[in-house]
């Protein structure tokens, strides 16, 4: 069945980095384009950024240009998310889902703490 597993969330201080990773398995990982969204208690959840099924293509949240880079690696089946220069604003639940607008699966989401 499709699993897709977050790892590498924590807690970071201000202006630290952290990368998440997304394993993936289940599915022709390579035929499919893969998002990063994140949630906080009370709000909606927000697009961090998306990657083309080749990782030709690749867009970001407002908020997270210039600070969070993604990227994937077709061979391990795994998509990652480097964040650096981090903000209390940017703590929350990290997900990763497959697909572009509406994805179909997630995982189960990495908690990551900006927090001095």
């Known amino acids: 069945q499709v699993q897709l597993v977050e790892s590498g969330g924590g807690l970071v201080q201000p202006g630290g980095s952290l990368r998440l990773s997304c394993a993936v398995s289940?599915?022709?990982?390579?035929?499919?384009?893969m998002s990063w969204y994140r949630q906080t208690p009370g709000k909606e959840r927000e697009l961090v950024a998306r990657?083309?099924?080749?990782?030709?293509?690749?867009m970001y949240g407002d908020s997270m240009k210039g600070r969070f880079t993604i990227s994937r690696d077709n061979a391990k089946n795994t998509v990652y998310l480097q964040m650096d220069n981090l903000k209390p604003e940017d703590t929350a639940v990290y997900y990763c889902?497959?697909?572009?607008?509406?994805?179909?699966?997630w995982g189960q989401g990495t908690q990551v703490t900006v927090s001095s």
């Open positions: 889902a497959r697909g572009r607008g509406n994805p179909d699966y």
């Open positions: 289940g599915f022709t990982f390579s035929s499919y384009a």
């Open positions: 990657i083309s099924s080749s990782g030709g293509t690749i």
